[in-house]
C-alpha cells in the first residue's frame, strides 16, 4: 500500500497498515544509516550507553551529518568511549575544543565529558540517572542531575530537554527507546529494565510528525510534549505493550517518502 489517508480509512486498516511498516523498517537495515549505528559499534555496556546518549543528542540535521560528528567524537575519545571518560588526563580534553554540530560545541562537549567522568565514578550504568516510575519523571529527574553541577555551563541545558518545559523531548526519548525496547529484532538494545516498554514515550521527529498526522494519529497544533503523549496513547489502542514500535514504520514512510 503506498498511501493511506486517515480521514479515509477505519482504525483497523491505519492498525494494519503500521504493523507492516513497523516489519518493515525493524530489521537490522534500518541501522546502517540511522544514529543507531554509533552505539552498535560497540559490545560494552557502558560503551553503548556513552555513544547511544550522545549520537541522540546530536541527532538533528541531515542524518550523514549526525553519522559523521558522532564518529568523530569516538575517534576524539581513542574509539573506547568509557576508558576515556573514566580515565583521560587534561591535556586529552584540548583535542575537542575544535568539535562542533550546529548548535553543540566544545564547551558542550567538554561538559559532557565531565559529568560522565563523575558519574561513571560512582554508578555503573547510566539507567541510574534515569530514577523514576515514568518516562516524564526519569526525563525530569535525568535533567535535574545533568544540570546541577557546579561547572554547569548554561549555555549546554538547551542540549538536555524536559517534559517540565513541555518539550517534545524527541532525541532523549529515541534514546530511551534504544534502551529499554526488547524485542530481539536487532535494533533496539533492550539493555534498561526499570522502566519497561509500555510505559515509553514516542518521540516525535518531523517526519513522525508529518505522517502521524496525514494518518489522523496527532491533533494537537503543537509539536511539545502533550502532543507526545497524545500520539503515544492513539498507538496504545494499536499495541498496548509496545506502542513505540510504531516510531520505526512512521519514520519509515515519511524518510522514505511514502507519505
Same mark, same amino acid.
Request: aromatic share 12%.
Given at each position: 500500500?503506498? @498511501?493511506?489517508?486517515?480521514?479515509?480509512?477505519?482504525?483497523?486498516?491505519?492498525?494494519?497498515?503500521?504493523?507492516?511498516?513497523?516489519?518493515? @523498517?525493524?530489521?537490522?537495515?534500518?541501522?546502517?544509516?540511522? #544514529?543507531?549505528? /554509533?552505539?552498535? $559499534?560497540?559490545? $560494552? =555496556?557502558?560503551? +553503548?550507553? /556513552?555513544?547511544?546518549? !550522545?549520537?541522540?543528542?546530536?541527532? !538533528?540535521?541531515? =542524518? #550523514?551529518? +549526525?553519522?559523521?560528528?558522532a564518529n568523530e567524537l569516538i575517534d576524539l575519545m581513542d574509539a573506547a568511549p568509557y576508558d576515556f571518560v573514566r580515565n583521560h588526563q587534561e591535556s586529552d580534553l584540548k583535542r575537542f575544543l575544535a568539535f562542533k554540530h550546529r548548535t553543540f560545541n566544545a564547551t558542550d562537549a567538554l561538559y559532557f565529558l565531565h559529568f560522565f567522568h563523575n558519574y561513571y565514578q560512582q554508578h555503573d550504568s547510566l539507567e541510574d540517572a534515569f530514577a523514576g516510575d515514568t518516562v516524564e519523571q526519569a526525563l525530569i529527574n535525568f535533567h535535574d542531575r545533568f544540570c546541577c553541577d557546579p561547572f554547569f555551563p548554561e549555555r549546554t541545558r538547551k542540549h538536555i530537554a524536559t517534559p517540565a518545559r513541555n518539550s517534545s523531548c524527541k532525541r532523549l526519548l529515541m534514546f530511551l527507546r534504544w534502551m529499554v525496547r526488547q524485542d530481539n529484532r536487532g535494533v533496539d538494545f533492550g539493555l534498561w529494565t526499570r522502566l519497561q516498554p509500555h510505559k515509553l514515550i514516542m518521540p516525535i521527529d518531523v517526519h513522525v510528525n508529518r505522517v502521524a498526522r496525514r494518518l489522523g494519529l496527532l491533533n494537537r497544533p503543537q509539536t511539545d510534549w502533550k502532543a507526545a503523549l497524545e500520539l503515544t496513547e492513539t498507538l496504545r489502542q494499536f499495541d498496548s505493550a509496545d506502542p513505540v514500535r510504531y516510531d520505526f514504520a512512521l519514520f519509515g514512510l515519511g524518510v522514505d517518502g511514502e507519505m
Open positions: 500500500m503506498k @498511501y493511506i489517508s486517515g480521514e479515509d480509512v477505519s482504525q483497523q486498516s491505519v492498525k494494519e497498515f503500521l504493523d507492516a511498516k513497523a516489519d518493515q @523498517y525493524n530489521q537490522p537495515s534500518f541501522i546502517e544509516h540511522d #544514529p543507531i549505528s /554509533i552505539p552498535h $559499534r560497540f559490545t $560494552r =555496556r557502558q560503551d +553503548i550507553e /556513552i555513544m547511544g546518549f !550522545w549520537a541522540a543528542v546530536l541527532a !538533528w540535521g541531515q =542524518r #550523514p551529518v +549526525i553519522l559523521k560528528k
